[in-house]
């Protein structure tokens, strides 16, 4: 299987940062750049430390730049079949995707039981 472009781009930036064996997923966030760190991928835009959702705690150790790669084409790839069978079932986890999370409205409550039931929308 070729390597995808990306994953190689990303593989040569974490080698160049960091010394094998990664121990865990803070070693990775340093060498990122750190949790803030914008990370772009196949159209996926979020912040680095957001990429703990997508790597299971036996991902480490990574103990050489090519397991790495093997590590990160594996990810890709299990992540790519679930977008494809969330399409295919015509449900798609809105939770899932970083661009959502900004649509959401924030409610709040009045704490009154004479109002139970009853919302107000906060503005901005």
Avoid: C
Avoid at 42 to 58: M, Q, S, T, V, Y
Avoid at 59 to 84: A, G, H, I, M, N
Avoid at 94 to 115: E, F, I, Q
């Amino acid at each position: 299987m070729p390597e995808h472009p990306q994953v190689g781009k990303y593989v040569r930036e974490i080698s160049s940062r960091v010394r094998y064996p990664i121990e865990n997923f803070g070693q990775l966030m340093k060498a990122l750049g750190g949790h803030d760190a914008v990370i772009e991928f196949e159209g996926w835009r979020g912040a680095a430390g957001r990429l703990k959702e997508f790597i299971p705690d036996h991902y480490f150790p990574v103990v050489s730049e090519e397991d790495l790669r093997r590590k990160s084409e594996e990810l890709r790839t299990r992540y790519q079949q679930s977008r494809e069978s969330e399409g295919a079932a015509g449900e798609a986890d809105l939770d899932a995707s970083p661009a959502r999370k900004k649509d959401v409205t924030r409610v709040k409550l009045p704490k009154s039981d004479a109002h139970a039931g009853v919302a107000k929308f906060e503005e901005g």
